[in-house]
């Protein structure tokens, strides 16, 4: 759905994919406010380090993404191919270099075709329109299978109002920030400053809670585009359509990382990690994710065994103090397999290969310990990702 204020185009340059667009084009319009989280990891792609110095300077005109190549471990020839992109587009559109901001995704350690890259940066901006979100997810993709969107609309005091988002990813996913590449826009408007806030706390409710390989990409940015022309800022709303707004917005960040687990690298479940009655959430956190990155609890998901011992096994090596596993209970898609640490009395095996069998899984854990809670969104291991990932520079 179009975003007043926001128009896209893409284009194929041949970089890494043959006949398939693999550049984005955002221009973002004038009286726009944007933010953005980026990864944790210090091996930090090019593309990050500019960006982050960019907005420190100035609010985007244009954001340009590529795929295929993501500019990472190129030391100082990486920032230079940088700012020469950036640079073009801001003598062909006539606005500031640090008002573009650039972004990358996917082999590390190869050089961007900067040449190429330029060659159509005038066709970029001689077709940029409003309608153009679907083939902008397209144009991100790299080992993804399908491209990942939401859109919402909702009336707020009597303003439609619109949140547009779409995003990219299936490995090396385990975000400390956000996800390997996002970007939600909305027509809403925002004072500076406060938008900020409300992205890390829609990014922590959503792309933090997700996690297909352990691995952090060099390379994740997420970004909250808000551009006023609803007619409304987000502060004249009332109490109550603010939280409708929230929610809605929280909502379109949770789908699309989600579906980044959904579309994960040979993935064949879908596996929610929820602990409940934890002594802080902050343990609760903890415990998920290290059931999540453990590979006997992945490839037990895949062979739909229901090796309940290895979720024990992960639950005692989270580094918890105070854990008794004398009170852990442990639920698989609803069907009890463990009570108070021990195999419950009534336990079938069959029961439990069957709840194994689900495209979608649930391991819930009650800790008897306290009332804070976690959840995180997983995914098996397969063969076919150890396929995807041993040929992806093929």
Known sequence: MPVKGIRLSTAATGMRYLQRDDLLLVEVCGDARTAAVFTTNQFCAAPVTVCRKHLEISQPKFLLVNAGIANAGLGEQGIADVYTSCTALARDSGCKVDEVLPF??????????????????????????????????????????????????????????????????????????????????????????????????????????????????????????????????????????????????HSIFLDLAQSIVRDAEGATKFISIRVDQAASEHVARNIALTIAHSPLVKTMAFACDPNWGRILAAVGRANVDTLEMSTVTLYIN???????????????????????????????????????????????????????????RS
């Open 104 to 249: 990358s995704t996917g082999v590390i350690g190869e050089r961007l075709s900067v040449e190429k890259m330029t060659l159509y940066f005038r066709q970029l901006l001689d077709t940029l329109e409003e309608d153009r979100w679907l083939s902008a997810a397209r144009a991100i993709m790299t080992t993804d299978t399908v491209c990942k969107g939401q859109s919402r609309q909702m009336v707020l005091d009597g303003h439609t109002v619109v949140v547009t988002g779409i995003a990219k990813g299936a490995g090396m996913i385990y975000p400390s920030m956000a996800t390997m590449l996002a970007f939600v826009a909305t027509d809403l408007g925002f004072v500076s400053g406060s938008i900020e806030n409300i992205l890390k706390d829609a990014v922590k409710k959503s792309f933090h809670c997700i996690t297909v390989d352990g691995d952090t990409s060099t390379n994740d940015a997420c970004v909250f585009m808000t551009t006023g022309q609803a007619g409304v800022e987000f502060g004249q709303l009332s109490e109550s359509a603010r939280k409708e707004f929230l929610h809605t917005l």
């Open 334 to 392: 609803g069907l009890q397999v463990v009570t108070n640490g021990r195999l419950s009395s009534d336990y079938d095996e069959l029961a439990g290969i069957k709840a194994m069998q689900q495209d979608e899984i649930e391991f819930r854990l009650e800790l008897g310990m306290g009332a804070c809670s976690a959840r995180i969104w997983t995914t098996d291991l397969s063969y076919e990702y150890v396929k995807i990932n041993a040929d992806y």
